[in-house]
C-alpha cells in the first residue's frame, strides 16, 4: 500500500461482512490505523486515511461525481462525530459507534444522538448505542420501524457491538505454516522485535525497509 501510494495510485478503505472484515467503517477506520501504526511506522497520516474512507472509495467505484466530497452537487451524505478531545481527522479515526452524533443520508437525518436527530424529524425509533440516547430514522428511507426491518431481516449479526465484535478478523498479519514458505517468501507471526520492529520476519540488518512491512511474497521469487 505504500508502493500505491508513492506512486500516486488513489487507494479507497473499505470493509465486508465480519467473517473476513470488520463489522463496520470505524473499525475498519481503526483496523488501518492501528495497522499504519505498527507495521508502516505512521507513512499515513489521519487525514490521509480519513481520505481512503471517504474520496478515495468514491473515486474507487467510480461515484466520485455523486459522493464523496461535500460539494455542491453531490448526494447530502454526512456524518459528524464527537471530539472527544481529538482534533480534525483524528477525531474521526478514533471514534466508536457512540461517538457517531448526526448521520444524513441525502440530506434527511438518518441516526445521531436523540436530541439532535429529534430536533429534524419526527416519529424516529429510539435506541440506546453503548450507553448513548440515539434516534434512528428508517420510516422515510425504508417505510419501516427500526424493530420491522430487524425482524423481516432475520439478522444473524446484532447491529453493533459495543466491544471488540465476536469472530472479527484480527488486524495482525500472520504467516506461520511452514508450507506457506514458497520459493524463499517469508514467514511471520505480526509480532515486533528489537532486531524486525515492522515484524515482517526479516532482520533489520536485511530489511530495506526496516520500518515498513514488506515480507518476502510467495510471487516475489525470493527477492
Not at 4 to 23: E, H, K, N, Q
Not at 26 to 50: K, M, P, T, V
Amino acid at each position: 500500500v505504500t508502493v500505491y501510494d508513492a506512486m500516486g495510485v488513489s487507494i479507497g478503505l473499505g470493509t465486508d461482512w465480519i467473517p473476513s472484515g470488520s463489522m463496520n467503517m470505524l473499525r475498519e477506520l481503526q483496523c488501518a490505523a492501528s495497522f499504519n501504526d505498527s507495521y508502516l511506522g505512521g507513512y499515513f497520516s489521519d487525514h490521509r486515511l480519513w481520505q481512503m474512507a471517504t474520496i478515495g472509495s468514491a473515486r474507487a467505484l467510480a461515484f466520485d461525481d455523486v459522493t464523496g466530497l461535500l460539494v455542491a452537487g453531490h448526494a447530502g451524505d454526512v456524518a459528524v462525530y464527537a471530539k472527544n478531545g481529538n482534533q480534525n481527522y483524528t477525531a474521526v479515526v478514533d471514534a466508536k459507534i457512540e461517538d457517531v452524533a448526526l448521520v444524513l443520508k441525502g440530506g434527511e437525518p438518518l441516526t445521531g444522538n436523540q436530541a439532535v436527530v429529534d430536533a429534524l424529524e419526527q416519529d424516529c425509533d429510539p435506541l440506546d448505542v453503548c450507553g448513548v440516547q440515539k434516534s434512528v430514522c428508517l420510516q422515510p428511507q425504508t417505510g419501516s420501524t427500526l424493530s420491522q426491518l430487524q425482524a423481516s431481516a432475520d439478522m444473524e449479526y446484532t447491529i453493533f457491538e459495543c466491544g471488540v465484535p465476536q469472530d472479527e478478523p484480527s488486524c495482525v498479519p500472520a504467516r506461520t505454516l511452514t508450507e506457506d514458505q514458497i520459493d524463499g517468501s517469508t514467514i511471520y507471526a505480526g509480532m515486533s522485535s528489537a532486531d524486525d520492529p515492522d515484524a515482517d520476519g526479516i532482520p533489520d540488518a536485511m530489511d530495506n525497509c526496516p520500518t515498513v512491512f514488506n515480507p518476502i511474497r510467495p510471487v516475489d521469487g525470493g527477492v
